[in-house]
């Protein structure tokens, strides 16, 4: 279909762009070339003089008819090409649209899965501390730290959004996180077989979560500022429109 709507844009091009019949202008110096040998040899008749008159009379009303159905398939062409550049554009717009409301609806979850997560890691940093604490009993410190919403969404937004830093931080974020769960869980299962170990990655794990409490605010705020406004990936300029979204691959 593709491939036809091609054909025909070419096809319209050149009806939109070909020139005047060289003939036309040809057949005029003929003409008057004629008209004049005719009425030199023919001075005193009035039958050549007059039969290549009206000869020249019928061929100018012929070239003048020519012309006037020239033009008006030159126009008839022209508002063919403009009605197809018209319907690639707004199909194009429909495609842009679409995406950006995908992109958005990928991004909520995301944005509800890092708001638990930076209050999962908030409420960390209070109860590793304490859990550092050798005077205290030992106590294992397993916080809630999410990934499914990222997992499911990242491969579709890292093809149709833009803003491939976005992208890029959220996947360091998100694995820094997974770093973060492994240690936990190591701290915990080593707090019945050995304490110094376990007292010696919550103070490894300490300044990884330190800085994640930063970190997810920040990839947090950028997410909601492209909900608000999708960065959606773009390329070659048609008519004011990327064109680019069409190699895009379909929802899935």
């Known amino acids: 279909m593709r491939d036809m709507d091609v054909g025909n844009t070419k096809l319209i091009r050149r009806l939109r762009d070909r020139p005047a019949r060289p003939f036309v202008a040809g057949a005029f110096v003929l003409f008057f070339v004629g008209l004049g040998v ?3 040899l ?12 009206n000869f020249g009379a019928s061929l100018a009303a012929f070239m003048l008819a020519l012309s006037w159905d020239h033009e008006r398939e030159r126009r008839r ?3 063919a090409a403009d009605a197809l550049v018209e319907e690639r554009d707004r199909g194009l717009r429909e495609r842009l ?3 950006a409301i995908e992109a958005g609806r ?3 979850p995301i944005r509800k899965e890092l708001g638990r997560n930076k209050k999962s890691v908030e409420d960390l940093t ?5 859990a550092m604490n050798m ?4 106590m294992a410190v397993n916080s809630e730290l999410l990934e499914g919403a990222w997992a499911a969404n990242a491969p579709r937004l890292s093809e149709i959004l833009s803003d491939h830093e976005l992208v890029g931080d959220l996947a360091a974020t998100y694995g820094r996180i997974e770093e973060l769960r492994w240690r936990l869980r190591q701290r915990t299962a080593l707090l019945g077989v050995n304490l110094d170990v376990a007292y010696a990655i919550a103070r490894m794990t300490q300044p990884l979560v330190d800085e994640l409490v930063g970190e997810i605010a920040d990839v947090l705020g950028r997410v909601e500022e492209a909900i608000e406004e999708p960065p959606i990936r773009g390329g070659v300029v048609v008519g004011g429109i990327a064109v680019e979204v069409l190699a895009a691959a379909p929802d899935s």
């Open 38 to 40: 005719v009425v030199v």
């Open 42 to 53: 023919y001075a005193g008749a009035t039958f050549w003089p007059g039969l290549v008159g």
């Open 77 to 79: 062409a022209q508002e």
């Open 97 to 99: 649209d679409q995406l």
């Open 106 to 108: 990928r991004l909520k």
């Open 126 to 130: 209070k109860s590793l501390r304490a």
């Open 135 to 138: 005077d205290l009993p030992p």
